[in-house]
């Protein structure tokens, strides 16, 4: 049997069928949210058309506990034909070829459980519900790690390359950063069928992701004549949404030395420290202490 990170890495490879009908959003309630102009692409496109995508620069380098996830025993997609007539059709092929594969590598170190259409697990009331929420149990505490919302050949990845969004985009941005919003979740995806579209924002707080000039990570990926695969996009999305939660939810009160933390960055998930392999707790090792500082408790039980 292939392991999840063997498969992660590997592209789909099932035929698609993908009909030309483009989809069009125009959400009201996303037109209270400010467009999209502070943003920094990290994929790239060479001389012959392929696309390269690059993570570490925006989200924190993968560690020891990376190598229990891709060492999960995993299976690829059975053999079929595919037909991407409908969003739903989008929404199923992604769950049938990437995330099932993914969430092959998310099922003990931590587990993380993907519901579609789900309220947001803060409680708050809606009536909008994001396409798919991927969220782990910190004791329990469920939380977001990722959210997904699943269009229709609606992404124009030139325009998201190059930073100059057309109306129409524009009101696909207004209703990504609107259900980062909603759910507390800086880490968000959009699928079309064709591209995946991937969002960071930078927020210091939740309630910077509704700011214009809260700073964006963007990347655009391709289905096809790209050398990043969407599993691979998706699991990175996912490691760097654990990072938050991890700070976010399980870190207790931290001392180094004599020091006494007095804050702490938590929600953009951009801090220096090491992650243990064996439990997933995160701890400091500082150069002037002999002991090892545990920043968070266990994730999951050592075996």
Same mark, same amino acid.
């Given at each position: 049997m292939p392991s999840a990170g063997e498969l992660i890495h590997q592209h789909s490879v099932n035929v698609v069928d993908n009909p030309e009908y483009v989809s069009y959003t125009d959400k009201s309630w996303a037109r209270e949210y400010p467009p999209m102009r502070r943003y920094t692409g990290y994929s790239t496109v060479d001389h012959e058309g392929s696309f390269h995508a690059t993570f570490d620069p925006a989200f924190m380098p993968l560690s020891n506990d990376d190598q229990k996830r891709m060492s999960e025993p995993a299976n690829p997609p059975n053999e079929r034909f595919w037909r991407l007539e409908m969003e739903a059709d989008e929404e199923h092929w992604w769950h049938n070829e990437i995330s099932n594969i993914v969430l092959a590598a998310w099922a003990r170190y931590p587990a993380v459980v993907q519901t579609s259409h789900t309220a947001p697990l803060s409680g708050v009331q809606i009536s909008e519900n994001v396409d798919s929420t991927y969220a782990m149990y910190i004791g329990n505490q469920r939380v977001p790690i990722a959210v997904g919302e699943m269009k229709r050949n609606l992404i124009q990845p030139i325009e998201w390359q190059t930073g100059k969004l057309t109306e129409a985009q524009q009101k696909l941005?207004? *209703?990504?950063?609107?259900? /980062? #919003?909603?759910?507390?979740?800086?880490?968000?995806?959009?699928?079309?069928?064709?591209t995946l579209l991937t969002l960071?924002?930078?927020?210091?707080?939740? *309630?910077?992701?509704?700011? /214009? #000039?809260?700073?964006i990570d963007c990347w655009v990926i391709p289905v096809g004549?790209?050398?990043?695969?969407?599993?691979?996009?998706?699991?990175r999305v996912l490691v760097q949404g654990l990072r938050r939660c991890q700070a976010m939810v399980a870190a207790r009160p931290l001392v180094i030395g004599s020091l006494t933390e007095h804050g702490r960055e938590v929600f953009t998930g951009i801090y220096v420290r090491s992650v243990h392999g064996v439990t997933g707790g995160l701890y400091w090792a500082h150069p002037l202490v002999e002991d090892t500082v545990w920043e968070t408790e266990a994730l999951w039980h050592s075996e």
């Open positions: 941005a207004r *209703e990504l950063r609107g259900y /980062a #919003d909603k759910y507390q979740c800086p880490q968000i995806f959009c699928w079309d069928g064709q960071q924002f930078r927020a210091r707080k939740p *309630e910077h992701i509704r700011e /214009a #000039d809260c700073p004549n790209s050398t990043c695969t969407l599993r691979y996009a998706l699991y």
